[in-house]
């Protein structure tokens, strides 16, 4: 079959022109999707579970018992890991925040009973809001100015009491040194407790259920 070569030379170079528009499209197109596709950060503690556990999947919760918030944070534990104000007047995602402090300096134990427990409750608690996908763009993006990095609040490391063996008090989950006291009419009240107790509640702000302490 015979061509017009001139014809056919000038659909070639357009063909060529539209072949190379084509694949910079591509080339530029693929790295956003390839972000898209990376996004997802990796799995941890499943703090709506905890909440969930904790004070029934109320992040606001405040009942009186030295306690706050979805995480239950006493306030010194929430005050030394970098929230500010109460906790249960905070957000979710500053309640997480600051327990992820927590988790890095006491790990699963400052919710002792709860975490034996998480299991059970993974799966019931509401999930966190999705985020929208952001439609492909096929044309390069300038780039941006880094922005400086954001100052995390240092981290303190808090030591936990320990259990007295010669304690006659069993400390049960929700319990306060305070709460504690009152319903046992010790006379001095807390700090008694703890001067009872001085080589044991080396943090009183921070105690744990089945510990044993002397009132």
Not at 23 to 35: C, E, K, N, R, T
Not at 48 to 66: H, I, P
Not at 89 to 96: F, G, H, M, T, V
Request: glycine share 12%; charged share 15%.
């Amino acid at each position: 079959m015979a061509f017009n070569r001139g014809k056919q030379g000038k659909q070639s170079s357009a063909a060529r022109t539209i072949a190379k528009v084509a694949a910079v499209g591509i080339i530029a197109g693929a790295p956003l999707g390839l972000a898209v596709g990376t996004a997802n950060a990796a799995p941890g503690m499943d703090w709506d579970a905890l909440a969930q556990c904790e004070a029934s999947g109320n992040w606001a919760a405040n009942t009186g018992n030295g306690f706050y918030g979805g995480l239950q944070f006493t306030q010194g534990t929430w005050n030394a890991n970098g929230g500010q104000g109460n906790p249960a007047n905070a957000s979710r995602e500053e309640q997480i925040r600051v327990a992820e402090n927590v988790l890095r300096t006491q790990g699963s134990q400052a919710w002792p009973a709860c975490s034996a427990k998480l299991g059970a409750y993974v799966g019931k608690s509401a999930p966190a809001p999705k985020q929208q996908a952001q439609p492909q763009q096929r044309k390069a993006q300038p780039q941006q100015r880094q922005s400086a990095p954001v100052q995390q609040a240092p981290v303190v490391a808090l030591a936990g009491s320990k259990t007295n063996p010669a304690g006659n008090y069993e400390i049960k989950a929700g319990d306060t040194l305070s709460k504690i006291a009152d319903a046992n009419k010790v006379t001095g009240g807390y700090q008694a407790i703890v001067e009872k107790n001085k080589d044991f509640l080396t943090n009183p702000d921070l105690i744990f259920p089945g510990h044993k302490i002397l009132i």
